[in-house]
């Protein structure tokens, strides 16, 4: 998304940007989206020029790594509304240069109190909700942590107020952006949904139709809720006016009395209570840990899965890829890595699983107990069995059900002159959220109880993964930092429902093991093998390496138009920066870096 072509270069400085910023300003004033920037003073990669022009003139107005990652977060909210928001969570990753230390928030959405492990069950027939229906409803819609987030990140490592940080984002919200081609979809994917509610389709579908490209989209209740976040705090989201609110839309869908067009399911009501909201609470774990080529990976613990699961299947791929390994061989133990690493996480992980549990997944000996099933001439038959916790060698438990998520999310990837770094990603769950835009304010709810396993998936062994009162639904979010020497050498995250995971880990090995470039490892075609019996795959991916990977046994499924949207920042020598974007995926996104190299 863009600002207003119109705008001059006053308007441009009063909304918050310095207009000699990159990313560069076309003729009339508008963000030029540019997937690379190398250089120094501090690097800002999102899915958004305007976002990212936000993010970049908090650098250059002296704000640190959190500041600017807060305000472009913001940003996204208003140019990104279909996959980020107040109405959301997230995870957030903080490298503190001056501790040389990696901590994390956990801002992820919260079930009500009331929620049991049946909560996504019909009582009429007793069977689990189809997925629609349970999306466009109010179950589906958790204690939102976004804003937590925002306000704790900036309260422990930032300079600048959480009211200084929304100011930007409230001026795009008013003022307006240029609808480009990826709104206007998001919108149409979602118009029969947003039919159903007075204040989704007044916003989003204008004259009953989605957003033309080009048209002006402005927010002014969204503008009008961060003021009003600015002025009084947290505590009237959580607490005040806009918490009841959020209740009200959840327990009493605004549905229109004369809907747009067909939905095949009733809107069923939400339990989420005001106490639901005032009783939020943040965490804040130890990110996970692995090594990887004389690298120190870190990622995001549980309730996200992407930490362990990265780290997992870098480890099986260290473990068992041989010293002569080709470049097919790399890209098939990728592939078998990705695929074990699943079946682990489908069986162990979730929002309560135990330490010791997390330790071993994710420790050097369990990654050779699973490397041992790779053949480096053959596939394994898919899916694969999860290994036994309690086994040695080879051994494997029962193989359990597959499991996925949504595709949305977006991500964003800062760092300072300082050295400090945030990688960050956050999410309403799936594009839309749960299409319903609370009244008066703005701004969808997430769909992120939908997260949740609806019924047992693991056959007779217990699934970690089910709805459970205040629980926090398994993400496949996986926002990491890698450090060399104990100083950072490469950032990046993506969306992606469960490609997430996959798509980090491909990149990793795109430019770890492949000997690409930062650039080219985010721009190469990729494919996601995620323990089911084919590839998902980008066509690029299929026709390039198809030829060298269906004589192993790789099969694919049909092909997908994009996996991930990743952003990425890589350090080199002398306090430099390469910030990376998608060259083209979700319509490409923006990088840029306080001084060019000239």
């Known amino acids: 998304m863009r600002i207003l072509p ?70 996204l909210g208003v140019t990104e509304p279909f996959s980020s928001g107040i109405g959301g969570g997230g995870f957030f990753v903080y490298y503190d240069a001056r501790k040389r230390a990696v901590f994390t928030i956990d801002g992820r959405e919260t079930a009500p109190a009331t929620a049991t492990d049946k909560y996504f069950i019909d009582p009429a027939d007793g069977l689990p909700y189809d997925f629609n229906e349970a999306r466009v409803s109010g179950l589906s819609a958790g204690a939102p942590g976004t804003l937590a987030t925002w306000e704790e990140a900036l309260d422990r490592w930032g300079t600048r107020s959480l009211a200084a940080s929304l100011r930007p984002a409230a001026r795009v919200a008013e003022q307006g952006f240029e609808v480009d081609a990826t709104f206007r979809q998001h919108v149409a994917d979602n118009a029969a949904a947003f039919g159903q509610f007075t204040s989704s389709r007044e916003l989003y579908l ?86 990887y080529r004389g690298l120190t990976v870190y990622g995001m613990s549980t309730p996200s899965s992407g930490g362990t699961a990265v780290g997992e299947a870098l480890n099986i791929i260290e473990a068992g890829l041989p010293t002569s390994a080709t470049a097919t061989d790399r890209l098939h133990y990728y592939l078998e890595a990705s695929a074990l690493a699943f079946a682990d996480r489908n069986r162990h992980v979730g929002a309560y699983t135990e330490g010791s549990v997390l330790k071993k997944l994710i420790s050097d000996r369990w990654a050779e107990q699973r490397a041992c099933e790779i053949d480096r001439t053959t596939a394994l038959v898919k899916p694969v069995a999860p290994g036994d916790l309690n086994g040695s060698g080879c051994a494997t438990a029962t193989a359990g059900g597959a499991v996925e998520e949504g595709q949305s999310t977006t991500n964003l990837t800062v760092a300072d002159r300082w050295g400090n770094v945030v990688e960050y990603t956050f999410t309403i769950e799936a594009t839309g959220g749960n299409t319903m835009v609370v009244p008066g304010r703005g701004f969808i709810l997430n769909n ?74 985010m721009a190469a075609p990729r494919g996601s093998q995620r323990n089911s019996a084919g590839i998902q795959a980008e066509a690029a991916f299929r026709n390039q390496y198809g030829p060298v990977l269906t004589p192993l046994g790789h099969t694919f499924a049909a092909d997908v138009a994009e996996l991930g949207a990743a952003t990425a920042i890589e350090f080199t020598r002398g306090g430099g920066f390469i910030a990376t974007a998608e060259p083209t995926r979700r319509g490409g996104g923006a990088a840029a870096v306080v001084h060019p190299k000239r």
């Open 6 to 75: 119109a705008l001059t270069a006053l308007s441009l400085t009063t909304l918050g940007f310095v207009v000699t910023s990159p990313p560069a300003l076309a003729g009339g004033g508008t963000p030029v989206k540019e997937p690379t920037a190398i250089g120094y003073g501090g690097a800002v990669a999102t899915v958004d020029a305007t976002a990212t022009a936000v993010g970049l003139d908090v650098l250059r107005r002296g704000g640190n790594a959190v500041d600017a990652a807060v305000a472009a977060a913001a940003t």
């Open 206 to 291: 204008p004259g009953g139709a989605p957003p033309a490209v080009g048209t002006i989209q402005r927010n002014p209740d969204l503008a009008a809720t961060y003021r009003l976040i600015g002025e009084l705090g947290t505590g009237v989201f959580y607490r005040g006016a806009v918490a009841g609110d959020i209740v009200g839309t959840v327990q009493h869908p605004p549905v229109a009395a004369d809907p747009w067009g067909a939905w095949a399911y009733p809107i069923r009501p939400g339990v989420l209570t005001r106490a639901d909201l005032a009783g939020y609470r943040l965490r804040f774990p130890a990110p996970t840990r692995s090594d």
């Open 448 to 521: 992120e109880l939908t997260d949740f396993n609806f019924a047992p998936t693991q056959g007779t062994a217990p699934d970690p993964n089910l709805p459970g009162p205040g629980k926090r639904p398994r993400s496949s979010m996986s926002p990491t930092i890698v450090l060399k020497d104990g100083k950072p050498f490469l950032a990046l995250g993506s969306p992606g429902g469960a490609t997430i995971i996959t798509t980090v880990l491909q990149v990793l090995v795109n430019r770890l093991d492949l000997g690409m470039t930062l650039p080219e490892a």
